[in-house]
């Protein structure tokens, strides 16, 4: 890791934006637990926009080491572990799903 951007990444904002215009019902932040852990997107400002947001829209956030803060305010929070995985078989990793 290099430099932490000064502001928010571009595509947080335009999710807050969709999230206050109700433009979807469900969301989907894959890995967005880490830009956060990194400092890139603020926590607190996260956390107000869904504490906040209108509707009955559904997010759901992954990825590891989720802030306290995240946890604290979140509805749901699971932690997945893995039983059975096709590279356990040799399989090679396929785009869209493991990179």
């Given at each position: 890791?290099?430099?932490?951007p000064?502001?928010?990444?571009?595509?947080?904002?335009?999710i807050?934006?969709?999230?206050?215009?109700q433009?979807?019902?469900?969301?989907?932040?894959?890995?967005f637990?880490?830009?956060?852990?990194?400092?890139?997107?603020?926590?607190e400002?996260?956390?107000?926009?869904?504490?906040?947001?209108?509707?009955?829209?559904?997010?759901?956030?992954?990825?590891?080491?989720?802030?306290?803060r995240?946890?604290?305010?979140?509805?749901?929070?699971?932690?997945?572990?893995?039983?059975?995985?096709?590279?356990?078989?040799?399989?090679?990793?396929?785009?869209?799903?493991?990179w």
């Amino acid at each position: 890791m290099t430099t932490t951007p000064r502001r928010p990444p571009a595509g947080w904002a335009e999710i807050a934006r969709r999230l206050a215009a109700q433009q979807h019902g469900f969301y989907v932040l894959d890995e967005f637990t880490y830009p956060l852990k990194w400092g890139w997107v603020d926590v607190e400002e996260v956390v107000a926009v869904l504490v906040e947001r209108p509707g009955t829209q559904h997010v759901v956030i992954t990825g590891r080491d989720a802030p306290p803060r995240l946890i604290e305010a979140a509805d749901l929070v699971t932690e997945m572990t893995k039983i059975k995985h096709p590279m356990d078989a040799g399989r090679k990793g396929q785009k869209g799903i493991e990179w």
